[in-house]
């Protein structure tokens, strides 16, 4: 249907011309005020809200452990009931796990994915708004469960039949439930933009084999989340049923089977670990060669096994499962495949080691964090090619030993490079350097403390100690190692403390960071700090992985152009490229700021509210708003039509 | 260090393939460990020519060749260790899969929110039991669990005889243990159950076999009459109060929603392993089970002072 195209000249405009900078800052600024606030799609603002609420949520499940090591510290405590280390355990395992875990990354990925990709905004910045509100509201959501009277406490594994109504009659579990599928909502619609964005919005000249890990790292994890997630979100929609209309998928007295639950969110789980992991990989992929002053070794093989890792993280859920009674069979193929998902680790481990070995070194704060990630990594993986033993695995799961593992995992390979990452970008996002000598105290307390605190639980694991129990006797050997666990949690928080002290502080005191503090390689840092509203003035042109740093490798490819190109300005616009060769291929026209997402998102909570306490009334009115906020969304606007081809100037001659 | 939760020290054939493969684990685990620190320190302070800053202070970014060795020799190493530490996990599930040769005692055991129903099966009719929290076997020999789900999910964990076997309601699972020693291993509930998920705790004592038989044939038996008007006393109250929930046997106490009581003071613990069984604790319990086991199927009863005091006293004449 190339008729109904019409192509447009492109003049090429100079960086330097002030006149481009404001007639874009018009086009593209939000107003300040209530009303911007609320109706915002800048891919930036929305990026730092996502960080800004994952690590409030963060702190929160902080706290959570907090109030449990100190229920631990010795035997026989009793500063909270069971019922409330039930429901403390429980909350922080959901909140880390998925109100900071993924959504932190979310706020890494949609501030940075239009700078490093050299475009003006995310695929659909509307939708990008969307998400980040239900992400908030579902969050809430389940929280509100306290404000209910109990909190889940079934673990954020949530078994059946404990989570029947039979055993568990109380409403927690519905929130859980419903918040989850609401969560659900708001990961999808965050991958499928994040795919999109990848593969149409990437500057004129940026190959896929360009593309900065991050990407890769987060591409990789939407891409499993779209399979992945719908696994979950069906599974604690049958269980809401079950516990609401008598249904019976997991209940064996009617047919069900208790064991269809654990696959199901096996299936979801697994790969999950890997969505919250892969983009913080991504980060230090990045990061950690611009303080070593030198490309990242191996880009290839690393950015291959990011996509490996995944493919094979959808093979390996039943390692979750070792003790449930499978048959022998299935046992060896999924401890085999857990074991054999190493591998793709294992090349990114030596390609970090080898880019530091043959770089230079900078030991900034950054750097610390990347660098100790390495080690944190490393200890985690190897205590879960241990797990991966299916029978060791009989005695080490459901002990401290796991969870020793999955907090080196969680922590060492998504908090130590987030706050790496954070160190890094916050020059970026604020314009302002965060103070490197608090950065330290902040590094070697979190470093040590982490340690202190998890290392120990190895042991109190291989000695015995269940998970999830709520206190335990004296004598058995765990006392010393929980009471130096306890202490290495609150040095850990001293540490958390000080890194959120130093943002407050930099904020307010911190130095100016110019464009580009680190020197450092991607286009996010040929900008200005803070990158303006349009990102960039004119459409930069890639010619290389390394477009900011061509100077010093000019084998790596020259020819980026920066400062001139295509200025794209008749309305919001950004340009599309072809999928895998990054060619100029159309003009997006971009969407303005607009309440749908908010009012989509409150529509949407109070479906899941209305549902929750059986008001027909609240459910059909609200799902009837959904509709039609749904309509209003997606009425046809002519000034959004996706039909301005691309023709650069120079062989457009009709 | 002692635990008796300790799983690398192990005293029977169905953990001890499994121990090996942990210590075999654990020293590959932390051989890696150590190199990967040692290559890292190494990598960031080996000696190196200081670069020169550019004339803006800037250190020049360039790239020394000889990085993707790191990654050929690296991953071929480590794939070699993966595949060789697969082959001994899969031959060490053949290994334990069945024991050496069939099992010749079976017993049920259904796990219950928070405690464990033992039934010891047999084909002589007069030695069908059942007990709780305490297992005894005879030591040297394999014996067969069939594992029941009474309620939700648990898991069934003797660590020094054997890894962990779920107990899901609705499928029939089964594992096997053996002491090669006499002794008292302890066990607890692997598997996130609820409010009392910690106090789940049983044992299992292996004796050798002729005192097995022995305890089989009096776990056996009826419970017998009471010996004097005290007993009597205990024994009335224990039946108003108690039997609804709770079985003697060669009594009209019937009910089957707590544990068998008929030879309860034979066993070591109270309570699924809380507290040791003796005449303090025995009241404490009877008296306000709540504040020691919060959430537990057994009601605080706050018996009169003489009722309490006959209806342990009962509870302490069921040898």
């Given amino acids: 249907m190339a008729d109904t195209h019409f192509y447009r000249t492109l003049a090429i405009s100079e960086v330097s011309d002030p006149d481009n900078a404001e007639h874009l800052q018009k086009l593209w600024e939000t107003p300040s005020g209530l009303h911007g606030w609320l109706t915002t799609v800048d891919h930036k603002t929305i990026g730092i809200r996502y960080l800004v609420t994952s690590f409030a949520f963060l702190l929160l499940g902080g706290l959570e452990a907090l109030a449990m090591r100190v229920q631990l510290a010795h035997a026989d405590q009793h500063v909270l009931t069971p019922e409330q280390y039930n429901q403390v355990f429980t909350m922080h395992g959901i909140t880390m796990i998925f109100l900071y875990a993924l959504p932190v990354l979310s706020g890494f990925s949609n501030y940075l994915w239009p700078l490093l990709l050299g475009s003006r905004d995310m695929a659909f910045p509307r939708l990008n708004a969307f998400s980040y509100w239900v992400y908030l509201f579902s969050g809430l959501f389940i929280y509100a469960s306290f404000l209910a009277g109990n909190g889940p406490d079934s673990g954020w594994f949530n078994y059946v039949p404990y989570t029947s109504r039979d055993y568990n009659p109380g409403s927690g579990i519905d929130f859980y439930a419903l918040g989850m599928i609401l969560f659900g909502i708001s990961t999808t619609v965050g991958s499928i933009n994040f795919i999109v964005t990848a593969f149409r919005t990437r500057a004129p000249g940026m190959s896929l084999n360009r593309l900065p890990i991050i990407i890769w790292g ?130 990114a481990v030596f390609a970090w080691i080898a880019t530091i070995w043959l770089g230079r070194p900078v030991f900034t704060v950054a750097f610390l964090f990347f660098a100790s990630f390495v080690l944190l990594f490393v200890i985690g993986g190897v205590s879960g090619f241990m797990t991966a033993a299916v029978p060791f695995d009989w005695q080490l799961t459901d002990t401290y030993f796991v969870v020793a593992h999955l907090h080196y995992v969680l922590l060492g390979i998504n908090v ?39 290392f120990p639980m190895h042991i109190t694991g291989l000695l015995g100690m269940p998970r999830r129990i709520y206190t335990y006797p004296s004598g058995y050997g765990w006392d010393t190692l929980n009471f130096v666990t306890t202490i290495g949690a609150f040095l850990f928080a001293l540490g958390v403390l000080l890194f959120v002290l130093n943002i407050v502080l930099s904020l307010r005191h911190g130095k100016q960071a110019g464009p580009n503090p680190w020197d450092a390689s991607s286009l996010e840092w040929a900008v200005s700090s803070p990158p303006p509203p349009y990102n960039f003035t004119v459409v930069p042109k890639v010619a290389s992985r390394y477009p900011l740093w061509e100077s010093y490798l000019p084998e790596e490819g020259s020819g980026s152009v920066i400062d001139q190109g295509p200025l794209l300005a008749q309305g919001r616009e950004t340009l599309g490229t072809t999928a895998l060769d990054g060619e100029p291929d159309i003009i997006f026209k971009m969407p303005s700021d607009s309440f749908a997402p908010l009012i989509m998102s409150l529509l949407l909570t109070a479906l899941c509210y209305g549902a929750l306490i059986h008001s027909g009334w609240l459910s059909a009115l609200s799902l009837l708003g959904v509709l039609a906020c749904l309509a209003a969304w997606l009425w046809p606007q002519p000034e959004l039509a996706q039909s301005v081809k691309y023709q650069a100037k120079d062989v457009h001659d009709d | 260090m002692d635990s008796p939760f300790n799983y690398l020290q192990t005293f029977g054939p169905a953990a001890e393939p499994l121990a090996k493969l942990g210590w075999g684990l654990i020293a590959i685990s932390l051989l890696v460990t150590v190199i990967i620190a040692v290559l890292l320190l190494m990598a960031i302070f080996k000696r190196r020519q200081t670069a020169r800053p550019d004339a803006q202070g800037r250190i020049p970014a360039s790239r020394e060749p000889g990085g993707m060795r790191w990654i050929y020799i690296g991953v071929g190493i480590s794939t070699v260790v993966l595949f060789a530490s697969a082959a001994w996990t899969v031959s060490t599930i053949a290994d334990v899969a069945p024991p050496a040769h069939a099992p010749r005692l079976t017993i049920d055991v259904t796990a219950r929110q928070w405690w464990w129903e033992v039934k010891y099966q047999s084909d002589e009719p007069a030695l069908v039991f059942t007990t709780a929290n305490e297992i005894h076997i005879p030591a040297g020999e394999p014996v067969r669990i069939n594992l029941a789900g ?67 044939r009096q776990q056996a038996a009826p419970a017998g009459a009471p010996q004097d008007q005290a007993l009597q006393q205990g024994q009335e109250v224990f039946l108003t109060r108690c039997s609804v929930c709770h079985k003697v046997r060669g009594t009209l106490a019937g009910g089957n929603l707590g544990p068998d009581l008929t030879h309860v003071a034979s066993r070591g613990t109270i309570a699924a392993g809380l507290l040791v069984n003796n005449t303090a604790n025995d009241s404490a319990w009877v008296n306000d089970a709540q504040a020691l086991k919060p959430g537990s199927g057994m009601p605080s009863l706050h018996l009169p002072p003489q009722d309490l005091t006959d209806v342990v006293n009962y509870l302490g004449s069921l040898k």
């Fill in chain 2, 150 to 216: 009474g309620d939700v999910i648990h898991s069934f964990w003797v660590p020094q005889l054997a890894g962990k076997m779920d107990v899901i309601p609705g499928q029939n699972n089964s594992t096997w243990v053996q002491a090669d020693k006499t002794g008292d291993y302890f066990g607890q509930c692997g598997e996130y159950c609820g409010a009392q998920h910690a106090h789940m705790e049983f044992h299992v004592i292996a004796q050798t076999p002729e005192e097995f038989v022995a305890w089989r």
């Fill in chain 1, 416 to 454: 130590f490079p987030v706050i790496g990452g954070i160190y890094f970008w916050f020059p970026k996002m604020t314009g302002k350097l965060m103070d490197e000598r608090l950065g330290r105290w902040n590094f070697w307390l979190t470093f040590i403390g982490f340690n202190l605190a998890f």
């Fill in chain 1, 218 to 347: 987060t591409l990789t994890a939407s891409v499993g989340n779209l399979f992945a997630v719908p696994a979950v979100s069906l599974a604690f929609l049958m269980l809401w049923m079950d516990r609401q209309f008598a249904t019976h998928f997991f209940d064996q007295s009617g047919g069900g089977s208790p064991l269809l639950w654990q696959h199901l969110f096996w299936m979801f789980g697994h790969p999950w670990v890997y969505a919250i992991v892969l983009p913080a990989m991504g980060i230090v992929s990045d990061g950690l060669p611009v303080f070593c002053r030198r490309p990242l070794v191996g880009y290839t093989p690393v950015a291959l096994s990011t996509v490996a890792t995944m493919f094979i993280g959808f093979g390996v859920w039943v390692h979750h499962m070792f003790a449930t009674g499978l048959p022998t069979l299935s046992l060896s193929f999924f401890g085999v495949a857990s074991i054999v998902i190493t591998i793709p680790s294992a090349v």
